[in-house]
């Protein structure tokens, strides 16, 4: 069974930068067809996408938070992550990392991130 | 932007009976449409991919229907363990994805 990991910090302080990172394993994130994502979901609210990288290593970002998301990954250590810049109160939402294809198979437990100061 | 509308936003129904949730797309999505349960505390999982085609270990009284905009997500039979949340999911061909805004499920 593919198993997803977040980690990163639970609290960041507004305007900084979140980091996160998840850790892949029983998959390749570089396998053909693959791809993996981040998804933020509110406290008791809606599910919103981020952006994915693809096994490829291109990258496509929901436009609303372009300006301000990087995915990147390191095939070495089949991990992928989130750069989350200029985080505000609004940002505060459980972030997940997901995979798979045109539905998302699997799932990390999700990482409570709390912007404030 | 494709705007995914869920309705109901809540529905409290009996055991045994018969569930419908609806999702409608702001624009014709062919069936590239997902449905996802989620319980209090976890990950999504997703029950229906492409319209109608149900994921592995997914019980059969989960069903989905529709294409174009129209789609609906149908238990036929509903238990205790179906309370939860449930989302539809469209992806475009770069997948980039839009979720509804959820539908909580209770028991009467």
């Known amino acids: 069974q593919v198993r997803l990991q977040e980690s990163g910090p639970g609290l960041v302080r507004p305007s900084q930068t979140l980091s996160l990172i998840c850790s892949v394993s029983?998959?390749?994130?570089?396998?053909?067809?693959?791809?993996w994502s981040w998804i933020r979901q509110y406290p008791g609210k809606g599910l919103e996408w981020i952006g994915c990288?693809?096994?490829?290593?291109?990258?496509h970002y929901n436009p609303s938070l372009k300006s301000r998301v990087t995915i990147s990954r390191d095939t070495s250590e089949n991990q992928f992550s989130l750069r989350l810049n200029s985080m505000t109160a609004a940002d505060t939402a459980v972030y997940f990392c997901?995979?798979?294809?045109?539905?998302?198979?699997?799932w990390g437990q999700g990482s409570l991130v709390t912007v404030s100061s | 932007d494709i705007q995914m509308t869920q309705s109901p936003s809540s529905l409290s129904a009996s055991v045994g009976d018969r569930v419908t949730i609806t999702c409608q797309a702001s624009?014709?999505?062919?069936?590239?449409l997902n449905w996802y349960q989620q319980k209090p505390g976890k990950a999504p999982k997703v029950l229906i991919y492409?319209?109608?085609n149900l994921e592995t270990g997914v019980p059969l009284r989960f069903s989905g229907s529709g294409s174009g905009t129209h789609f609906t997500l149908t238990i036929t039979s509903l238990q205790p363990e179906d309370i939860a949340t449930y989302y539809c999911?469209?992806?475009?061909?770069?997948?980039?994805?839009?979720f509804g805004q959820g539908t909580r499920l209770e028991i009467k």
């Open positions: 997901a995979g798979s294809g045109s539905y998302l198979s699997y």
């Open positions: 990288i693809y096994y490829s290593g291109r990258t």
């Open positions: 999911q469209q992806y475009d061909d770069l997948l980039s994805y839009t």
């Open positions: 492409d319209g109608s």
């Open positions: 029983r998959a390749s994130i570089d396998n053909g067809g693959s791809y």
């Open positions: 624009q014709d999505i062919s069936n590239y």
